[in-house]
Structures are given as C-alpha cells and as structure tokens.
C-alpha cells in the first residue's frame, strides 16, 4: 500500500462521516476502469493500468496533503473543505469531485503515464477509458433519485439559466482534459501550467458551490427533501 494510500485510510473516518459522497463515485470509476482492463477494453491494458495507479494516486496525495494540513491544490482543498458542510447539495459534492478529479487531475495524469512524443497514442484507450467514466456517472446520477427526490429541478431550472451547475458537461470535461494532458507534455509538466490549471479548475468549483440566485433557490429546495443520512447516501451510490 503507498503512502497516499496509508494516509487516506487513516483519514476515513473522517471522510466517511462528512457527505463526500464524491469519494464513493471516485471508487466507482476506479473499479469499473480495472473490470475494463481485466475485460479486454483497451488496446494497451498495461498502459491503462498505470494511468489507472497515476490517476488514483493524485486523488490520494491531495487527501493526504489537506488531511496533514500541506498544500493542497485549490480544486482539491474547495471540494475537501465542502464536504465538512451540510449546506451544498449532494450533486454539487458530487460536482465538485468530479471537477477537480477530471479537469484537474486526469489531464496531468495522461501526461505523466507516457513520454511526450508517445502521447498521441494513448489517445483511444483515453477515449474508451472516458466512456467507462462518463457510464458510471451516468449511473451515479439516477442513483441520485433515491435519496435525493427532488434533484430533477435542477433540469427544470436549466431551460431557464446558464448556470455552471446546470452546464458542467461531462464530454467537454474530458474533452478539456486531453487538451490539458497536450499542454503538460509539450510544457514537459510545467509547474505554472499546472498552477493555472488547477486556478481555473477551482473557479469552476466556485461556481459549483455559488451559481446564480434561480439555480441557489431550486438547490435550497433539492436540499430540504435530501436524505441527511450518510450511510444512506453511500448504500444508494454503492
């Protein structure tokens, strides 16, 4: 077990009894890309299995850092410090690890997994190991339903709004994250354009966390009808 693993462990606790519910759907997406390697899925399963372990592994530095009191990246430590609250919905915890986890994390560990001039060719497992993300939230998302009756506003509100909540795309997340994946190889993983990247993923958190006075209020009513139970929210994502 390495050492992020170690301090996230340790830190479970903590972590199960918040409504970080992103971490169960972080869980998801880690296992369903393994059944995929072990399935057959991608056309270098030893390539994927240590993006797989990159890409695990960022998650776990950034608990451990916050966990510790060290620096954490800014995406990170806004979803981090949100799950110690009641207030956000569990879509936006959801949101939010998402956020950090796919426009911040996947990205760097694209460009970390392979030298830079072999990038171009992870590019289709990339894709599929995208598609294996987008069905487990997918799923997630219905999932929702159960504990969390009212989240259906949220689709009502969007005719009417261009809130980030309501326009976070899965697609152009990932989309975004191969082009980021690009620019840390060509920059050979220049720290101020992983600096700037998490800036600009934190800002998207932001939005997540406070959208506009129409989307708040459907969120504050989404809310009141949420099952507070944290067990209960991990046994419906489970």
């Not at 995406?75 to 950090?100: C, D, E, K, M, Y």
């Not at 697609?171 to 620019?183: L, N, P, V, Y």
Request: aromatic share 6%; glycine share 6%.
């Amino acid at each position: 077990m390495s050492q992020q693993r170690r301090c996230a462990v340790k830190a479970g606790s903590k972590w199960l009894s918040s409504r970080f519910s992103a971490a169960r759907l972080y869980r998801r997406m880690t296992a369903a890309v393994r059944a995929g390697i072990r399935d057959g899925r991608f056309k270098d399963p030893e390539l994927m299995e240590r993006l797989d372990v990159i890409f695990a592994n960022r998650y776990f530095s950034a608990l451990c850092a916050h966990v510790s009191g060290e620096k954490t990246p800014r995406s990170w430590r806004l979803a981090f410090v949100a799950a110690s609250s009641s207030r956000p919905t569990i879509i936006q915890h959801l949101l939010l690890g998402v956020n950090a986890h796919i426009n911040y994390d996947l990205g760097l560990a694209a460009a970390a997994t392979v030298p830079p001039e072999r990038l171009l060719f992870l590019r289709p497992d990339f894709e599929e190991i995208n598609r294996v993300i987008a069905a487990i939230h997918h799923e997630v998302q219905r999932k929702i339903d159960a504990v969390s009756p009212f989240q259906r506003l949220i689709d009502l509100v969007g005719a009417r709004t261009e809130d980030e909540i309501i326009e976070f795309s899965m697609d152009e997340a990932r989309e975004a994250a191969w082009g980021a994946a690009c620019t840390a190889a060509l920059s050979h993983s220049d720290p101020r354009f992983t600096e700037e990247l998490d800036g600009r993923t934190a800002k998207l958190g932001q939005l997540i966390l406070s959208p506009g006075r129409v989307t708040s209020l459907a969120l504050c009513l989404i809310g009141l009808a949420e099952r507070k139970s944290v067990r209960a929210v991990i046994a419906a994502l489970s």
